[in-house]
């Protein structure tokens, strides 16, 4: 039987690659009995769903410059020139 | 894709500001958590592509040009951080035999299980809503160990998949995933003390 250590980084790892049907049965297995590793496991693909808005901009953070930084990187680059 | 029959010029480097600014400094910031260490990587950027400007073949599009000046930065920043403590602490979070992170999170004793199990994330989806959460979330992605934040980046937010990883990294596959599994340790403990309220019981 697969500890919440081990399974811990297999849930991680189905993040990176495909899993072995003996390591997705394993985790499965686990999952059934193991409240902590469920939570778990629902706390990562929450995270990769964070992640995935972050990467096509749909999420509300502030991102852009502000006018400020703008003004003062526009001096800086004047200076440069 | 561009395909242009001959290469193509740089605009006006008085332009790139208000053409790229914004793009450079959310690369930057998404990475670094920290607004004004962002702005002046993009201030450093884009000096360092006017003096390279003509270097620049044409053959990548100039956005692409100037991300790639902006990634080298990066690349430079994140290895700084990593070498820049004086002493190596007896736990070193960037090194896998020393970084205590599983010790500490799973009970050797008890047969590994959860020392404190992950508590159920109350509304998530809710959280991806609030702008205060992509803060704190930026703020625990940049406060990984180096190595840690550099691979979780490159997998999460730049999508290189693990062969493409293990070259930039210059690390096994094994070594790899291991950095992607204490980064995201230490992000699910990061947020649920932060945003889902652990402690407060929010």
């Known amino acids: ?81 | 894709m561009e395909d242009a029959p001959q290469a193509t010029a740089l605009s006006p480097p008085e332009t790139w500001l208000d053409g790229h600014g914004d793009d450079l400094f959310r690369y930057a910031y998404l990475r670094l958590g920290d607004r004004s260490e962002a702005e002046d990587l993009v201030q450093d950027t884009l000096l360092a592509a006017l003096a390279a400007s003509h270097r620049f073949t044409g053959r990548s599009s100039e956005r692409t040009w100037l991300i790639g000046i902006l990634k080298h930065k990066l690349a430079d920043h994140w290895r700084r951080r990593a070498w820049s403590a004086p002493l190596a602490p007896p736990t070193d979070p960037d090194s896998p035999e020393t970084d205590d992170l599983l010790e500490t999170l799973f009970a050797v004793e008890g047969g590994d299980h959860w020392r404190m199990a992950p508590t159920a994330w109350p509304d998530p989806d809710a959280a991806l809503e609030q702008k205060e959460f992509w803060r704190i979330l930026t703020d625990c992605i940049a406060q990984l160990p180096p190595r840690q934040a550099r691979a979780f980046c490159l997998r999460e937010l730049d999508g290189l998949e693990s062969e493409e990883m293990c070259k930039v990294l210059g690390a096994a596959p094994t070594n790899v995933w291991v950095l992607l599994h204490r980064a995201r340790l230490r992000l699910g403990q990061c947020l649920e003390h932060r945003w889902f309220g652990r402690e407060t019981g929010r």
């Open chain 1, 1 to 81: 039987m697969l500890t919440c250590k081990e399974v811990s980084l297999l849930v991680s790892q189905s993040l990176d690659r495909r899993l072995s049907w003996r390591e997705r049965l394993g985790v499965r297995l686990h999952l059934l009995m193991c409240e902590a590793c469920t939570r778990f496991a629902l706390q990562m693909r929450f995270l990769r769903t964070a992640m995935r808005r972050v990467r096509n901009d749909t999420s509300p953070a502030d991102t852009r410059l502000s006018l400020q930084a703008r003004e003062r990187i526009a001096q800086a680059l004047q200076r440069g020139r």
